[in-house]
């Protein structure tokens, strides 16, 4: 292999021995009452202590099916906390164990935004508006989509819920990632001229009211920053290089990349397909950098590097350290639970209709 092909990857921190002693007796201690819960973008010295690790629905469906459990600490992202919550019985208490780690995305979409952009919509057109949020969202956006008769989705089945919706005849409002929006709108071929992307930020989300009125779909202009970095000449550059090297993204990344890529997908379908592939395989992904390095780690007999020659590192993820896993568990164990996340009983009604009907959307 060209040594010039080898991006390196950033590794993982050393954790003293004394603080793994100090969360691995905290576990043992604590035993089945509490579960940790890791997203697949989260640090491996975090992952190494998680008893479920998933990506955004596994986790949702994982969740959902727990029992006996009284705490669980989320190693993730604020609306992942936010939405174990609601899929869990009310005695059961999550914990993230930073505050800080939030979703840029997520925070892309207000509350207030979001309804005054519903406002402007209404006065475009007569026609019927399903809203569609990614589950990067906060639970009071979940809730909107409940109460306007709409659905939650993942990267995982985002491509079945904007088909039931766009089976109802009408219009779509995805948000907050146009970038999955367009990507799965027209891999289920809304061509791209019946898109048009609504800015919070402008006056009527940027365009004349007429535009929302001939477009099929609405999309938020929001995105994911890491996601984000991934640029239409990063497949070239790798092509160039080594032309037999395939390239796997995930669907928030920008539709010109999704366009020049080999394969794009879930995380879990980034997972799978690497995993399959056959010895030898050469992967350039375009992921969040900690899965990409745990990719890499795990399959030696394959080549994989990041798609971007800088690190595409989620930077509120990573807000999860042992350290703050250790005063989590510390806290259960002395009695004084904190971080708790909760949400509100009203949010919480509407927001489970719409990921109910998530579940139930095959
Ligand atoms: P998935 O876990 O659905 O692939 O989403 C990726 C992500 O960005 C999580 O924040
Ligand atoms: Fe949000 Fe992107 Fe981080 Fe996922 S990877 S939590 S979408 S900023």
Not at 49 to 70: E, P, Q
Not at 239 to 264: G, N
Not at 351 to 359: D, F, G, K, Y
Request: charged share 25%.
């Amino acid at each position: 292999m060209n040594a010039l092909l080898d991006i390196p990857l950033v590794g993982n921190e050393k954790v003293p021995q004394e603080l793994i002693d100090r969360i691995s007796e905290l576990k043992a201690r604590l035993g089945s009452r509490v579960l940790i819960v890791g997203h697949h973008y989260q640090r491996d010295e975090v992952i190494a202590f998680a008893d479920l690790t998933g990506d955004s629905l596994d986790l949702a469906r994982k969740v959902a099916d727990l029992h006996g459990v009284d705490f669980i600490v989320y190693c993730g992202v604020h609306f992942m906390a936010e939405t174990a919550d609601m899929l869990t019985p009310p005695e059961v208490q999550v914990i993230l164990p930073d505050l800080r780690a939030g979703c840029s995305m997520a925070d892309m979409a207000t509350s207030d935004q979001v309804e005054d952009a519903w406002e402007v919509l209404g006065e475009a057109t007569d026609e019927k508006i399903i809203p569609i949020t990614y589950i990067n969202s906060t639970a009071t956006l979940k809730a909107f989509c409940g109460r306007h008769g709409g659905a939650c989705c993942t990267s995982t089945n985002a491509r079945s819920i904007v088909n039931w919706a766009l089976e109802q005849g009408g219009k779509l409002l995805f948000f907050p990632d146009q970038h999955l929006g367009r990507n799965t709108c027209a891999d289920l071929g809304v061509p791209l001229d019946d898109m048009v992307v609504f800015d919070p930020l402008k006056q009527d989300g940027g365009n004349e009211l007429d535009a929302y009125a001939r477009a099929k779909a609405i999309l938020w202009k929001g995105h994911c920053s890491v996601h984000q970095n991934f640029m239409p000449n990063h497949p070239d550059i790798w092509r160039a290089r080594d032309p037999e090297i395939r390239i796997i993204v995930h669907p928030e990344c920008r539709h010109e990349v999704v366009l020049k890529s080999d394969v794009a997908g879930s995380t879990n379908m980034i997972i799978k397909t690497i995993a399959e592939s056959p010895a030898g395989s050469r992967w350039a992904v375009g992921t969040e950098h900690h899965l990409v390095n745990r990719l890499k780690n795990s399959h030696p007999d394959k080549y994989i590097t990041s798609l971007s020659p800088f690190a595409c590192q989620c930077s509120t993820m990573f807000r999860i350290s042992p350290e703050a896993l250790v005063a989590s568990l510390q806290n259960i164990a002395d009695g004084t639970p904190e971080n708790v996340i909760r949400v509100d009983d009203e949010t919480r009604k509407w927001a489970l209709l719409s990921l109910e009907r998530m579940m139930e959307i095959r």
